[in-house]
């Protein structure tokens, strides 16, 4: 009988959970959908395409390439420079009260090399659902903690609202990079960098996850590739921006699809991998 209530509780538990989880889900999505649709009106910064895009033939790919250190073998990996043999404007987002023990000392040497932004204080996915207060004590705790100030934001498990944005404005970011692109239960068609209406915070959409293809997809290195090459040649000439977001973890274990990946972007006609904040330099 004990065994019987404790499947009960648990099962209790995950019916709580899942109802909160599409609560805010909704909140999210409905957030999203009106302010693109706002942005669509008045905003000249934001491209919203429909499943028809139409290319610009003329121009070419700006690619934005970043990794969210988020476990140890994560931060023991960028120690020791994991993608220096690419030669390439990679960006990392760094937690600072987490599972590895943050300090500036440990990047000092690769800092010039490469962009770093803030992924918070702890990796907490309900971040953006808090209070003002809250969100802006835990992003302000990274800022201080990082030892130079980040120019970028990548919420953990991309937790995302309207509250996040504007504390990220007021904290002066220059930019955030916590939605996902072509997401199919969001339905939100959007992929190239925009500018908030109203603010200075400009947000990069992803539109390639590596957990997408590793964890919740379960995809050979083939088979992903395969799935990022025909995104790719779909934007190739669009003379518009896509954002990757990769986890350092697991370059070793699916390693023929970055290195394949790195050196297709490094040696494509057309393809321009950057600092996410060199391109809005070059647009302000």
């Known amino acids: ?28 999505s409905v957030f999203l959908i009106n302010t693109l649709k706002s942005f669509k009106k008045k905003s ?55 599972v590895y023990k943050y300090s500036f000392n440990d990047i000092d040497n690769i800092f010039p090399k490469y962009e770093f932004g803030s992924h918070s204080s702890d990796h ?4 953006a659902y808090h209070n003002v207060d809250e969100i802006t004590g835990k992003i302000k705790m990274s800022q ?13 498990a991309l937790s995302f609202s309207k509250r996040l944005v504007d504390v990220l404005d007021t904290l002066g970011f220059e930019y ?8 199919t239960r969001q339905r939100i068609p959007l992929f190239s960098p925009y500018k908030y209406e109203g603010l200075k915070l400009w947000e990069f959409p992803i539109l390639i996850m590596d957990t997408k293809y590793w964890v919740d997809w379960k995809m050979s290195e083939s088979e992903a590739l395969d799935d990022t090459f025909n995104l790719l ?7 518009e921006a ?16 970055y290195d394949t ?12 991998p950057l600092y996410l904040s060199s391109y809005i330099d070059n647009k302000v």
């Open 44 to 98: 000249s910064y934001c491209k919203i395409y429909s499943e028809s895009i139409i290319l610009n033939k003329n121009s070419g790919l700006n690619i934005f390439i970043t990794f969210d250190v988020d476990t140890v073998k994560c931060y023991e990996l960028l120690k020791i420079d994991f993608v220096k043999e690419y030669y390439m404007p990679f960006n990392f987002n760094l937690l600072t009260n987490w």
């Open 176 to 183: 955030n990079s916590s939605i996902m692109s072509y997401n």
């Open 124 to 127: 907490d996915i309900f971040l």
């Open 242 to 257: 896509v954002t990757f977001c990769f986890h350092p973890c697991y370059f070793e274990t699916n390693f023929r699809y």
């Open 233 to 239: 040649e779909r934007f190739e000439n669009s003379g």
């Open 261 to 272: 990946l790195f050196n297709y972007i490094v040696n494509q006609k057309g393809m321009t």
């Open 1 to 28: 009988m004990s065994l019987l209530i404790k499947i009960a509780r648990i099962l209790f538990i995950h019916k709580i959970l899942y109802v909160l989880y599409k609560k805010l889900d909704h909140d999210h």
């Open 144 to 156: 201080d903690k990082l030892g130079f100030k980040p120019k970028g934001f990548r919420s953990p």
